[in-house]
């Protein structure tokens, strides 16, 4: 997430993915021998994993995070997050195969895991995934991994197919149909979506046997709506949504472009003008490029002079903004996908009574989290177990960032404590003490400042 337009840019529904989307072109270090999690010498966690270009990057259980490049001397030089600034951490590793490595002179090997790569059938399409289990015999927490909209393999870039299992914590891992390993067409259908997760659930209890423990689900993103309604169709002991939503994806564009604007500086008044733009590019859209394009085309000869309009971005508005009706359909592939426009995730979560946890960054563009926050309250309020976490100074996929010299926001580091709080809340259902700077909300707490 070197920084937002390379993010959006890469994917139509940027803010549904947990990282950057990776072009079919980019080469990445997908397969490298030094790719694993690593136990430090004072027993703390370093995971190496695959990153673009030549690269690995290195990520510690507290958030902290850097990408690696080798230098001529063989030492292998970091720089902070995603900003390309030295931060002066060094990784010296051992010969293929060995699995040693020195980070910062403190020498490190590699864990071993229980992995199973399979296949399985999905919605009528056939999946690849992976099981990845501590070491062991007992049984443990098994997470299942959904998906956001990115369009890369989870089953090579996922790091928390290693962190968890790293910290006692299963994890089942698979590709996306239409991506990786997967068969199938590329869809933002949730329910299809929701289908696949639940037969990746069955082949993850199938494969882990007597080892499988409370079994649930983490969506990040786009998988923030998918990971609950999956756990409608299947039974799952717990849910955790990571930085995702419940206004449907045209609330959420119109959020979006509403907070960049006002960001931007402009008044209450252009912003309603401008969300006049916005409604008629969701009524394009959502009737699948068939209707609305005059409207559409009309406000945007009549507003285009508008110093806002410059300024107007969204999460999908932008891209439809620049294109003709010709020019729209000939990307019909890129706009339409079976994307549910209007999905009701309250209706969802009325139907759900699985234990959940929501976790959000106070600061996200994409997946702006105001009247998220205030429906998660009223449900827990209401009763249902629902515990809901926010970190400050955090954007999407709960990074902190920094401003560069231009304004644009640059990825450092994930939040302390949010690793720790998936882990936690998989393994016992709740969330025990503090985690870094996040502020937690449990339903007792909601049902209390609500008077009952």
């Not at 914590?169 to 289908?195: M, P």
């Not at 119109?254 to 006049?276: C, F, N, P, T, V």
């Amino acid at each position: 997430m070197k920084n937002r337009a390379a993010l959006i840019a890469a994917v139509l529904l940027a803010a549904l993915a947990p990282a950057v989307a990776l072009a079919d072109s980019d080469k990445t270090t997908v397969g490298d021998c030094h790719i694993g999690a690593y136990r430090l010498a004072d027993g703390s966690l370093v995971d190496i994993g695959a990153s673009t270009g030549q690269a690995l990057r290195w990520r510690r259980f507290d958030g902290t995070t850097g990408a690696l490049t080798q230098g001529a001397d063989g030492v292998w030089g970091s720089t902070r997050g995603w900003t390309g600034k030295p931060d002066g951490h060094q990784v010296r590793f051992g010969a293929c195969g060995t699995g040693e490595l020195s980070f910062d002179g403190q020498a490190a090997h590699r864990q071993d895991f229980d992995v199973t790569d399979t296949t399985f059938q999905g919605a009528g399409v056939k999946l690849a995934g992976r099981l990845v289990l501590p070491k062991g015999a007992g049984r443990v927490p098994v997470v299942v991994l959904i998906h956001g909209s990115e369009n890369y393999s989870a089953r090579d870039l996922y790091s928390l197919q290693r962190i968890l299992p790293a910290e006692g914590v299963g994890v089942f891992v698979y590709d996306k149909r239409g991506i990786g390993a997967s068969e199938g067409k590329y869809t933002q259908d949730f329910e299809t979506l929701a289908d696949d997760a639940v037969a990746a659930m069955g082949e993850a209890r199938r494969l882990a046997g007597p080892r499988a423990g409370r079994m649930g689900f983490q969506g990040g993103s786009q998988g923030g709506w998918i990971a609950p309604l999956a756990a409608t169709k299947t039974r799952a002991d717990f849910v955790i949504s990571s930085f995702g939503l419940l206004i449907s994806p045209l609330e959420e564009d119109r959020e979006e472009a509403a907070l960049e604007l006002k960001l931007k500086g402009h008044s209450q008044a252009e912003i309603d003008q401008a969300m006049d733009v916005v409604d008629a590019v969701g009524v394009y859209v959502s009737s699948d490029l068939k209707t609305g394009y005059d409207r559409l085309d009309a406000l945007r000869t009549k507003d285009k002079a508008e110093p806002w309009y410059k300024d107007l971005h969204g999460n999908f508005t932008w891209m439809v903004l620049p294109l003709s009706d010709a020019e729209a359909k000939a990307k019909a592939s890129e706009l339409v996908m079976g994307t549910p426009w209007r999905y009701d995730g309250m209706d969802v979560e009325r139907r759900l009574n699985t234990p959940q946890l929501w976790i959000q960054g106070s600061d996200d563009l994409q997946a702006p989290y105001a009247e998220t926050r205030r429906r998660l309250d009223a449900l827990a309020a209401a009763g249902k177990p629902i515990t809901r976490a926010v970190f400050p100074h955090t954007e999407h996929g709960i990074y902190e960032y920094e401003l560069d010299a231009s304004g644009e926001r640059q990825s450092t580091r994930n939040a302390d404590g949010y690793f720790a709080m998936m882990r936690d809340f998989a393994r016992d259902g709740r969330l025990n003490g503090t985690y870094g700077d996040g502020t937690v909300t449990t339903p007792k707490r909601a049902m209390a400042a609500s008077g009952q």
